[in-house]
């Protein structure tokens, strides 16, 4: 069992920056795939960053080379560096984990945080 809690939300303009944070609880901690995922009202939930137990990272086409995803296993947290942000990087955004290798899809992670706020002025 791994809890989630996310934090670092906020309200920012665009071309700013904002930093994430994902807290997590329970077991072998460094042996799941981490991912940050999104969802804007009314649109499905989407996946953003994703780093494996390994410490590869990928990313969705709409945010590489503005986010950065990283993990500190000695601190079980993974983070998320967000630059440039766009008025439509403006969602919830939500931290999950799950035993999979580059996963991307929703239904590979079996954890999930409850979410944080993010907002982009234009």
């Known amino acids: 069992q791994v809890q989630l809690v996310e934090s670092g939300g906020g309200l920012v303009q665009a071309g700013d920056s904002l930093r994430l944070s994902c807290a997590a609880s329970?077991?072998?901690?460094?042996?799941?795939?981490m991912a940050w995922f999104r969802q804007a009202p009314g649109k499905e939930r989407e996946f953003v960053a994703g780093?494996?137990?390994?410490?590869?990272?990928y990313y969705s086409d709409s945010v590489k080379g503005r986010f950065t995803i990283s993990r500190d296993n000695a601190k079980n947290t993974v983070s998320l560096q967000m630059n440039s942000l766009k008025p439509e990087d403006t969602a919830v955004y939500y931290c999950?984990?799950?035993?999979?290798?580059?996963?991307?899809?929703?239904?590979?992670?079996?954890?999930w945080g409850q979410g944080t706020q993010v907002t982009v002025s234009s």
């Open positions: 999950a984990a799950g035993r999979n290798y580059g996963g991307r899809n929703t239904h590979e992670f079996n954890y």
């Open positions: 329970g077991r072998s901690f460094s042996s799941y795939a």
């Open positions: 780093v494996k137990w390994s410490g590869a990272t």
